[in-house]
């Protein structure tokens, strides 16, 4: 079969709104993610709490919490004062962060299983001082997301977000394509994900939500993966085949899982390595301080550190 059976079964699903839902694949992921994803990419998540202001009193939400990995660190941050507000979709992933983190008195923390938009809508207006979206913007439509955050932002209040860029991993997703080219039959449902090109999209999604970008980065990270089983070993616990479940036909897995190593294994023959590479994007944006009339007393709001982005850079397209 061709990739132009392939786009005709792509847009028969898309028409007809067949969505796949990563849950089920991070349920399964949840017991194993921290040993793959969080011990490789965790540090670029902490890279990004260390460019914002957290202090101890904070009110903080965080959106898509998976196994608590930034959760932990932001309780740290508040130090047993403030309040945080977590949700996240996957039982499994959820079950991992309450684990890890001790309920203290002075901090009124709260775990919340659930879509994150339905989450934030239920967020009263100017009630958050920072809102953290770890490797999650992705699920969801972001402007809309975006405008939504900055409703439960207070005036100077910060949203500090990090995800995938949608040139990671290509190996992989070329891999996939390659198996449903071979049989567009394969595929069940669509796997829809925003992932932004560069840092200027992620900053073009914050204006749009009318948010000052404050920080937009960039990184990447080599995986350490060497052979084709370690990179199926990968696609499966770290999450990075989430959805996978849902848009496949899950009856013939293990005939979708032997066509994958193949392709991947052609891949490695063709050149020489499988080069797995995490490209990322990371950004903080602030609700915009009203700008304060002469003798008004000041707002208090600090600027984040970090570099200031280009205010003329040109927005490139998602
Ligand atoms: C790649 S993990 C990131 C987890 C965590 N933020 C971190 O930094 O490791 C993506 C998480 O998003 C969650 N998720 C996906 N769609 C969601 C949605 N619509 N609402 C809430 N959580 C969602 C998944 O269950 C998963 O835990």
């Known amino acids: 079969m061709s990739r132009t059976g392939l786009a005709l079964r792509a847009l028969s699903l898309w028409i007809h709104g067949a969505s796949a839902d990563p849950t089920p694949d991070y349920d399964i992921a949840s017991p194993t993610y921290d040993d793959y994803f969080t011990s490789v990419m965790g540090p670029h998540s902490v890279s990004l709490l260390d460019r914002v202001r957290i202090s101890p009193g904070d009110a903080v939400v965080e959106l898509a919490c998976g196994t608590g990995h930034l959760t932990e660190e932001i309780v740290r941050r ?87 860029r949608s040139t990671a991993l290509s190996t992989l997703r070329e891999a996939f394509e390659q198996v449903v080219a071979d049989d567009p039959s394969m595929l069940t449902s669509l796997i829809r994900v925003s992932l932004p090109k560069s840092e200027q999209v992620l900053g073009k999604w914050f204006r749009k939500a009318g948010l000052d970008p404050v920080i937009l980065d960039q990184g990447a990270q080599e995986l350490p993966i060497a052979s084709v089983a370690e990179a199926m070993d990968w696609v499966e ?55 304060a009339t002469p003798g008004a007393a000041s707002s208090g709001a600090t600027e984040p550190r970090g570099t200031a982005p280009d205010a003329a850079a040109p927005d490139a397209a998602a």
Do not use: N
């Open 237 to 291: 616990r770290s999450g990075a085949g989430a959805g996978f479940r849902d848009s496949f036909d899950i009856s013939r897995e293990e005939e979708i899982r032997a066509r994958l190593g193949e392709a991947l294994e052609e891949y490695r023959r063709e050149h020489g390595a499988l080069g797995l590479r995490h490209t990322f994007v990371l950004g903080v944006a602030r609700h915009r301080v009203a700008r």
């Open 78 to 164: 508040l130090d047993g004062r403030g309040r945080l507000a977590v949700v996240d979709k996957s039982p499994g992933m959820l079950a991992v962060a309450r684990g890890k983190v001790a309920h203290r008195p002075g901090l009124e923390l709260s775990f919340a299983e659930g879509d994150m938009e339905d989450f934030l809508r239920r967020q009263p207006t100017d009630s958050a001082d920072l809102v953290v979206i770890g490797w999650a913007i992705c699920y969801s439509q972001p402007v809309r997301l975006l405008r939504d955050v900055r409703r439960v932002l207070r005036e100077g209040g910060q949203v500090a977000v990090i995800e995938t």
